[in-house]
């Protein structure tokens, strides 16, 4: 089974710094991407960061320039550097891959369980 899970969430001043990882673990096969969403109370999930195979970034604008997603491959882990962090920041935020299986033409996609980042003012 594969298994995602998320640490580094918290409570932060705004301007302050966070750095979440995710860590991936069983038979992932092939990854075609990792990523990170988010879902603050009463709005639908978000994305915020995606990493494609290749190397290839895309950020959501509203965190354009102030968080970076990077990999290490060899201990399996995505992990997501948040600064300049506002209050609207604030949500639980969700770990995801996108696997390709040998002998299967659909993709499948995983999530973590999330972990809570709480920016005050």
């Known amino acids: 089974q594969v298994q995602l899970v998320e640490s580094g969430g918290g409570l932060v001043l705004a301007g302050g710094s966070l750095r979440l990882s995710c860590v991936v673990s069983?038979?992932?096969?092939?990854?075609?991407?990792m990523g990170w969403y988010r879902q603050a109370p009463g709005k639908q999930r978000e994305l915020v960061a995606i990493?494609?195979?290749?190397?290839?970034?895309n950020y959501a604008d509203s965190v354009k320039g102030r968080s970076t997603i990077s990999r290490d491959n060899a201990k399996n882990t995505v992990y997501l550097q948040m600064n300049s962090l506002k209050p609207e920041d604030t949500a639980v935020y969700f770990c995801?891959?996108?696997?390709?299986?040998?002998?299967?033409?659909?993709?499948?996609?995983?999530w973590g369980q999330g972990t809570q980042v709480t920016v005050s003012s």
């Open positions: 990493n494609v195979s290749g190397g290839t970034t």
């Open positions: 069983g038979s992932t096969f092939s990854i075609n991407a």
């Open positions: 995801n891959i996108e696997i390709s299986k040998p002998g299967r033409a659909e993709r499948f996609v995983y």
